[in-house]
Nanobody, 124 residues
Framework: QVQLVESGGGLVQAGGSLRLSCAAS????????FAWVRQAPGKEREFVAA????????AYADSVKGRFTISRDNAKNTVYLQMNNLKPEDTAGFYC?????????????????WGQGTQVTVSS
C-alpha cells in the first residue's frame, strides 16, 4: 500500500509555470509506476502523464506533450510534474496515482492508489 499527497497547485497566468509534487509514503516506492490525472468540473478525468517504476519509460497526453514533464526522485519518494506554458484549458484538479510495477499506462482505471488532488487554475 502507498499513500499519496499532492502539493504545488495554485493560480497562475496563462504562459506561466507550476511544479506539482506527489509525496509517497509506504514501502518500496521504486516498485511503483506513477501517473498524473486531471479532472475539470463537469468533465471526465483525463490522463496527463505517467512514469514507470524504473523511470525509464514516460508517457504523455497529446495535449501536454512538449509543455509538461514528469519525473521521479526515488531518494525522496516524490514524483513531480513540471508544467510550463500553462493554458486556461489546463485548469483542473490534478491527482497523483500509483500502481505496483507495470508500464507507464495511460489508463487511469489501472491505477490502484490515489491522492486527494491539488487544484491548478490558469487565468487568461
Amino acid at each position: 500500500q502507498v499513500q499519496l499527497v499532492e502539493s504545488g497547485g495554485g493560480l497562475v497566468q496563462a504562459g506561466g509555470s507550476l511544479r506539482l509534487s506527489c509525496a509517497a509514503s509506504g514501502r518500496a516506492f521504486s516498485t511503483y509506476t506513477f501517473a498524473w490525472v486531471r479532472q475539470a468540473p463537469g468533465k471526465e478525468r483525463e490522463f496527463v502523464a505517467a512514469i514507470s517504476h524504473s523511470g525509464g519509460e514516460t508517457a504523455y497526453a497529446d495535449s501536454v506533450k512538449g509543455r509538461f514533464t514528469i519525473s521521479r526522485d526515488n531518494a525522496k519518494n516524490t514524483v513531480y510534474l513540471q508544467m510550463n506554458n500553462l493554458k486556461p484549458e489546463d485548469t483542473a484538479g490534478f491527482y497523483c496515482a500509483a500502481r505496483f510495477g507495470g508500464a507507464a499506462t495511460k489508463q487511469p482505471s489501472l491505477y490502484d492508489f490515489w491522492g486527494q488532488g491539488t487544484q491548478v487554475t490558469v487565468s487568461s
